[in-house]
């Protein structure tokens, strides 16, 4: 049924679940997983940089070693379960970074991890799962996590 699941990841408790759903149906579907994560670029471009004496110390470095330590996880849960990944790294912003990787590869489903959070939270910043799915034309499961604390 599925031959290519792209699973989006960002690295924390809340893909976690995520992850292991989109490698346990990888194995049993025979698919492809497709494994990205998104480097937001809100997020690294709202530095100056001015605390960094070389440029490759910024705050994108930082997050190019998160990524990097994210899908290498990843791939080793995939590799001890006998599932082909394609590892990729996007910039920009994660939602629409997402759809456009799914739509651009042709995968047959999403796979995104989601945490409880309180409605105040969800009402005031939604989440990029959320967008996701208004965003996405193509299948999406979406794993959710319950988190302490």
Same mark, same amino acid.
């Given at each position: ?74 791939? =080793? %849960?995939?590799?001890?379960? #006998?599932?082909? /990944?394609?590892?990729?790294?996007? @910039?920009? !912003?994660?939602?629409? *970074?997402?759809?456009?990787? =799914? %739509?651009?590869?042709?995968? #047959?489903?999403? /796979?995104?991890?989601?945490?409880? @959070?309180? !409605?105040?939270?969800? *009402? ?26």
């Amino acid at each position: 049924m599925y031959d290519s699941i792209l699973l989006a990841t960002d690295g924390t408790v809340a893909s976690a679940d995520a992850t292991a759903h989109a490698i346990d149906l990888a194995a049993e579907q025979d698919a492809t997983l497709h494994v990205l994560y998104v480097l937001d670029e809100d997020v690294y471009t709202a530095y100056s940089g001015d605390e960094y004496v070389d440029g490759a110390e910024g705050p994108e470095h930082g997050l190019e070693e998160q990524a990097a330590e994210a899908l290498d996880a990843v791939e =080793a %849960d995939a590799d001890a379960a #006998d599932v082909p /990944v394609v590892r990729a790294v996007e @910039r920009g !912003d994660p939602s629409n *970074a997402i759809v456009d990787y =799914a %739509d651009e590869h042709d995968v #047959d489903l999403l /796979v995104l991890g989601t945490r409880h @959070r309180p !409605d105040e939270y969800r *009402a005031l910043l939604g989440s990029v799962t959320d967008r996701v799915l208004r965003l996405t034309t193509r299948p999406a499961t979406v794993v959710k996590t319950e988190v302490d604390g």
